[in-house]
């Protein structure tokens, strides 16, 4: 059994504390975490033996801190430009799980595309799979106005426009949020 301490709460360096459990010899897994680290937050692994690997990555601006090989880190953004830390663990048995967390507020990337060259008024927008790892807990699609030529079907991360009329303007926006905040992109 791991034991985590708290004292990095006790002395407010860390505003939030998770547990990462569940992971056994015989059957690799990870449990829960925050959708979203939006400030200085303790995580830790328990349920496996002190010798189990452990390795911590990052990518963007998120901060690891108590060593890469720890059991229990801190993490925390950096800066205004989002970031992941990444979990690996490999048992003394070979077995391999890992766990992306997310560390800052969402930043939505889109693309737009016809769904058919033969139907040029009906456009397919989707969100990016980088945007979609963000933990988004809501997804919200908009058109701006009052246009009767124009229709949104959201499916969630994707949605279709359908335009009845050639050479109508469409304007919209995409809201997402996480668990640190909300982006709101408005559609060019």
């Not at 033996?49 to 963007?60: C, D, L, M």
């Not at 601006?61 to 229990?72: D, E, K, L, Y």
């Not at 048992?91 to 595309?113: C, M």
């Amino acid at each position: 059994m791991f034991y985590m301490s708290y004292q990095l709460l006790r002395e407010h360096l860390a505003d939030e504390a998770y547990i990462i459990y569940d992971l056994a010899p015989e059957q690799v897994s990870i449990g829960k975490t925050p959708s979203a680290i939006c400030s200085a937050t303790q995580v830790a692994v328990t349920g496996i033996a002190s010798t189990t690997h452990v390795a911590w990555s990052k990518e963007g601006s998120a901060r690891i801190t108590a060593g890469q090989n720890s059991h229990t880190v801190t993490i925390e953004p950096t800066g205004t430009t989002p970031g992941m830390a990444t979990l690996q663990v490999t048992t003394t048995s070979g077995q391999k799980a890992s766990r992306n967390l997310w560390v800052g507020a969402p930043v939505l990337d889109y693309t737009v595309e016809p769904v058919d060259p033969k139907t040029p008024n009906v456009r397919h927008i989707r969100i990016n799979q980088d945007s979609i790892t963000q933990g988004l807990t809501e997804v919200q699609w908009l058109l701006s106005g009052r246009n009767p030529h124009a229709t949104l079907r959201a499916l969630n991360d994707r949605a279709l426009i359908t335009i009845s009329e050639p050479n109508t303007r469409v304007y919209g926006s995409i809201k997402a949020k996480n668990g640190c905040g909300e982006k709101n992109v408005f559609l060019k």
